[in-house]
């Protein structure tokens, strides 16, 4: 585990050390921040009609916009967890690609770590990654619950927007796991991150598919959809089935990737 935790080390002190996480933060909160501004100008607009006409009279879609929860980090979470679909392909890509093209795969292969050791600790040190580029985007329910106002006394249902935080998490550490995976077969970073972007988005517009099958596909499909078990998670619905599939599908990650490595240490 010590080892696993060195290398785990290493790979955030690349992250850190170079220009791309920087830019990957930067675009997470610049796109982040689009979006939670013209969220807010819509809650304040659908606010504004519903004291002039009532609830009752407006369309049953602006339900949602009753409160500041649902109304904005709700909807901010699906954008985010849309965002990361595009940002941990890019995160995702130089775990095992880079260390192939630069050729210091052999060596790290010739070391005296065990392979469930390096594929873990280049897990965890993507999982950091991740998760830091995710915990910037807390920045919008703490300046709602700071500045934000509400009859009940409380501004937001921490509850649900704790839940909905902890999906992203499990997305964007499931997100890495297929991508640490695609990344071991190749050298190449751009195909690393196209094929991983490529069969996430695949994965996770699945659900789209379910409306027009028939039972039992249709609770197939839902089941195996990454947007599916996000949906629940955000609407503050804690689901063992949701744990079960991301959990399942990152161990399934980690052993194919870990088969991988054994394969070419031994090639």
């Not at 501004?37 to 304040?44: D, E, K, Q, S, W």
């Not at 606010?47 to 006409?53: K, P, S």
């Not at 195996?224 to 959990?247: M, N, W």
Request: no cysteine.
């Amino acid at each position: 585990m010590r080892n696993a935790l060195a290398i785990a080390r290493k790979e955030l002190s690349i992250y850190f050390t170079t220009p791309w996480a920087y830019v990957v933060f930067t675009a997470m909160l610049g796109i982040s921040s689009f979006f939670f501004i013209n969220l807010l100008a819509t809650f304040r607009e659908v606010q504004g009609l519903a004291r002039v006409y009532g609830w009752n009279r407006l369309p049953t879609e602006y339900g949602s916009f009753k409160n500041l929860t649902d109304g904005v980090v709700v909807q901010l979470w699906d954008v985010i967890a849309v965002v990361t679909l595009f940002v941990a392909p890019f995160l995702s890509m130089r775990l095992f690609a880079e260390e192939k093209r630069n050729r210091t795969f052999e060596l790290l292969m010739t070391a005296p770590v065990r392979p469930w050791e390096i594929v873990l600790g280049k897990y965890l040190g993507g999982v950091g990654i991740i998760s830091a580029t995710l915990g910037l985007t807390l920045i919008f329910p703490l300046t709602l619950s700071l500045f934000g106002a509400s009859e009940s006394g409380s501004t937001l249902e921490w509850r649900t927007v704790g839940l909905g935080f902890a999906g992203l998490l499990l997305w964007g550490a499931t997100a890495m796991a297929v991508g640490m995976f695609l990344s071991s077969l190749t050298e190449s970073q751009a195909l690393a991150a196209f094929l991983t972007f490529i069969v996430l988005l695949a994965w996770f517009v699945l659900r789209f598919l379910a409306p027009g099958a028939e039972e039992p596909w249709r609770s197939v499909i839902n089941y195996l959809s990454f947007g599916g078990q996000l949906s629940t998670l955000f609407r503050g619905v804690l689901e063992l089935k949701a744990l079960v599939f991301f959990g399942s599908v990152i161990v399934l990650s980690f052993l194919l990737t870990h088969r991988t490595v054994e394969l070419q240490r031994w090639a």
